[in-house]
């Protein structure tokens, strides 16, 4: 019997109704909503031959024993950004149930090798800022000391939220150890972009993720009062601010997969009589490629003081936050394909922008791969998030398919 697709589709509309409002989907980490997502996704466990538990960093894994210790991990996230879409990262939870159900069905609950499903925690980062959260502590790049510190509007820690979760800070590290036996990973979500959407295909493999480089720049210039002061006479840091944005498009159109963004404007004393004598903007850039992200990071620089010296101003940069790219299994991403092709007929090679804990997983040293399915009108992370219910089946089916794939590679290449 083929996985049980509808079925899924039908668990994600149930979880919709139990959880978004007229909004969008309310599961923010860390919430009474999410908790309610969680318990709602402990339920649908009950049916199963299977344990699961919480570990230190409140992420939930689901063990179904195997013939071998070998495990594969199917995952993603139940929680949300605030408004957010009813697919973005339950999706892949629910599909990975799915496919957990149909492998304990087919196998009579004694697969070839073990099966684990994770629900991370804090995917999205909405409350404190900290994306990737149960991922991080699970590979061992979290820092309990910059945790710790983390406030939300309310003025609430991050400690203090995860200790009514029963999660204590000190201890999130200690996610380190459902590492063990770990041998692969799949992941499956929806694109969030146009791309899959444009080239009339429901279904992508996905290459890895973006690494990216984010800074804050600063321009400097003089305030002056904006009737008297003649042009030729001003520091105008905006102005230089300018320039730079309209830049960035050119330096990420040189690379056909990259992007730069500058999505924060601050000027100061900020009123329309004055000219700008400060200017604060957020540069975030991405690319597949390290060596493209270097060249697009020093090209921006470059053009910043070239701006700043037009316009008889100064430059300043501060790192906000970066990230190596994070290439795939190869010989995962050649499973997929098959899946894909299998499924659909067409397979298209795409990386991903946006972060996923997959690429967390993948920092750790464990072979991963990602599977895209289609965003209508690529919008993610609002209300009107959608992609055709066709799609959401066939997703499921090439997930199931490459988890099948997957099994057999284990217990070839990790006996």
Request: charged residues 25%.
């Amino acid at each position: 019997m083929p996985v049980n697709a509808q079925r899924v589709i039908e668990d994600l509309k149930e979880l919709r109704a139990l959880t978004a409002d007229a909004n969008g989907a309310q599961r923010v980490a860390w919430t009474a909503t999410w908790q309610k997502a969680r318990d709602w996704f402990a339920e649908k466990l009950a049916e199963l031959p299977v344990e699961h538990h919480l570990d230190a960093a409140g992420n939930r894994w689901v063990t179904l024993h195997g013939e071998s210790p070998k495990a594969l991990i199917l995952g993603s996230h139940l929680d949300s950004v605030p408004n957010g879409g009813w697919l973005d990262g339950a999706l892949g939870v629910m599909a990975a149930l799915g496919v957990l159900r149909h492998i304990a069905e087919e196998y009579n609950g004694k697969p070839p090798v073990t099966i684990r499903l994770v629900d991370w925690a804090d995917e999205e980062g909405a409350r404190f800022g900290r994306s990737l959260f149960g991922s991080s502590a699970f590979a061992g790049t979290i820092n309990v000391e910059d945790e710790r510190k983390r406030i939300d509007r309310d003025g609430i820690t991050l400690e203090a939220a995860l200790r009514d979760c029963d999660i204590d800070v000190e201890k999130i590290g200690d996610a380190q150890r459902e590492q063990e036996n770990a041998a692969a990973y799949l992941e499956l979500h929806i694109e969030q972009g146009p791309v899959l959407e444009r080239l009339e295909l429901p279904l992508g493999v996905v290459l890895g993720t973006k690494g990216v480089e984010r800074h804050a720049i600063t321009f400097h210039g003089q305030e002056a009062h904006s009737g008297s002061t003649p042009m030729q006479d001003r520091r105008d840091a905006l102005a230089a601010a300018a320039k730079l944005a309209l830049e960035i498009r050119t330096i990420a159109g040189r690379h056909e997969d990259a992007v730069c963004t500058m999505g924060s404007v601050k000027t100061f004393p900020g009123i329309v009589t004055a000219v700008v004598g400060r200017c604060e903007t957020t540069l975030d850039q991405r690319d597949l490629d390290a060596e493209v992200l270097a060249t697009m990071y020093r090209e921006a620089q470059e053009a910043s003081r070239r701006f700043a010296e037009e316009e008889r101003c100064t430059v300043e940069w501060s790192r906000i936050w970066n990230i190596e790219p994070v290439p795939f299994h190869p010989e995962l991403i050649a499973l997929c394909e098959e899946a894909v092709l299998e499924t659909s007929g067409t397979a298209h090679r795409l990386p991903s922008g946006p972060l996923h804990d997959a690429a967390e997983v993948a920092r750790a040293g464990i072979p991963t791969v990602m599977l895209f399915t289609q965003s209508l009108q690529g919008i993610s992370h609002n209300k009107i998030e959608d992609t055709k219910e066709e799609h959401l089946r066939l997703a499921v089916e090439a997930l199931d398919r490459l988890a099948t794939k997957t099994i057999a590679w284990i217990a070839r290449e990790r006996a």
